[in-house]
């Protein structure tokens, strides 16, 4: 995903992963840069 320039803050999100702190939770990504992202995916 990095490769395909999917930003860092949306990665986790896509594959579900919980946030290593606390604070990380606390940020939102939105639907387009979700759909985005799976978009750029082979």
Do not use: C, F, N, T
Not at 12 to 40: F, I, M, Q, T
């Amino acid at each position: 995903m990095a490769r395909r320039g999917i930003p860092e803050e949306v990665r986790p999100k896509l594959v579900g992963h919980v946030p290593r702190d606390v604070h990380a939770g606390y940020s939102h990504v939105d639907l387009k840069r979700l759909v985005e992202a799976v978009s750029a995916i082979p």
